[in-house]
T-cell receptor, first 112, second 114 residues
Framework: SQKIEQNSEALNIQEGKTATLTCNYT??????LQWYRQDPGRGPVFLLL?????KEKRKERLKVTFDTTLKQSLFHITASQPADSATYLC???????????FGKGTSLLVTP | GAGVSQSPRYKVAKRGQDVALRCDPI?????LFWYQQALGQGPEFLTY????????KSGLPSDRFFAERPEGSVSTLKIQRTQQEDSAVYLC????????????FGPGTRLTVT
């Protein structure tokens, strides 16, 4: 069956460091992968989309890599700030190509 | 407002009651999705509309769940004879069109069945 796995443990890092979150998947051949941020009591917010023919994508302090051989995406936040504390969700398209299958998310806590 | 809105934000229902959850997508967005999110889990797909057509309802957990989008805009998710296991946050999302499009989520409706 199709599975998406994200770091199960919460990630605690110090302000200013780089946070790296992992998303591994099995039984998928995704055309693209998305990352979302979710704060408590709110819906997910879209951050980045990376396509299968893109190795890396950047947006401000965010960087995503996509390795279709390893079946893995890495999500980096450089120069992390306490405001980056949230849950980060990895998502792949379901068979329909439209709806998304989400991982459980990784909770990130950035301390001053 | 420019975002996706959902109402009510919180709903408490007694077991066996019917509930209706509303979603107002971003104006002009063709695609609309419903997801269910249990505590500590990622959102799980329930159903997908393209305009007024329900193209995929494979994620609906039982025939007690029903969704509609009659005019291709506002959508309602209805749950009949609610059970305790239906307690979750129900998220609505919309997107402009097509696959590989980012989805814009509403704040969700937290349903508690007692």
């Amino acid at each position: 069956s199709q599975k998406i796995e994200q770091n199960s443990e919460a990630l605690n890092i110090q302000e200013g460091k780089t946070a790296t979150l992992t998303c591994n998947y099995t039984n998928y051949s995704p055309a693209y992968l998305q990352w979302y941020r979710q704060d408590p009591g709110r819906g997910p917010v879209f951050l980045l989309l990376i396509r299968e023919n893109e190795k890396e994508k950047r947006k401000e302090r965010l960087k995503v890599t996509f390795d279709t051989t390893l079946k893995q995406s890495l999500f980096h936040i450089t120069a992390s700030q306490p405001a980056d504390s949230a849950t980060y969700l990895c998502a792949l398209a379901l068979n329909s190509g439209y709806a998304l299958n989400f991982g459980k998310g990784t909770s990130l806590l950035v301390t001053p | 407002g420019a975002g996706v809105s959902q109402s009510p934000r919180y709903k408490v229902a007694k077991r066996g009651q019917d509930v209706a959850l509303r979603c107002d997508p971003i104006s002009g967005h063709v695609s609309l999705f419903w997801y269910q999110q249990a505590l500590g889990q990622g959102p799980e797909f329930l159903t997908y509309f393209q305009n007024e057509a329900q193209l995929d309802k494979s994620g609906l957990p039982s025939d007690r769940f029903f969704a509609e989008r009659p005019e291709g805009s506002v959508s309602t998710l209805k749950i009949q004879r609610t059970q305790q296991e239906d307690s979750a946050v129900y998220l609505c999302a919309s997107s402009p069109a097509g696959a590989a499009a980012e989805q814009y989520f509403g704040p969700g409706t937290r349903l508690t069945v007692t």
